[in-house]
């Protein structure tokens, strides 16, 4: 995750750090932590770029390029 955020044309400059939180091997389930360090409020970046659909795309889409 850490590869993928820091590297990203998007996210790139705002990403921080990931972490873990629970993994189980169960049902192959991870939880994880995204730390971002945002600009002060401008318009629509917390609408559009900060959006959890954005961010779980970003991974989507690299997963898909590896492929």
Known sequence: LTEVYS???ALGRYFRSAQVISFS???STVIYQLMF???PST????EYT??????RNILRQNIY???
């Open 25 to 27: 091997n169960e049902n």
């Open 65 to 67: 390029d590896e492929d």
């Open 7 to 9: 590297s990203s044309p």
């Open 37 to 39: 360090s945002v600009p």
């Open 50 to 55: 900060m959006n959890p659909d954005f961010i």
């Open 43 to 46: 318009e629509g970046f917390m």
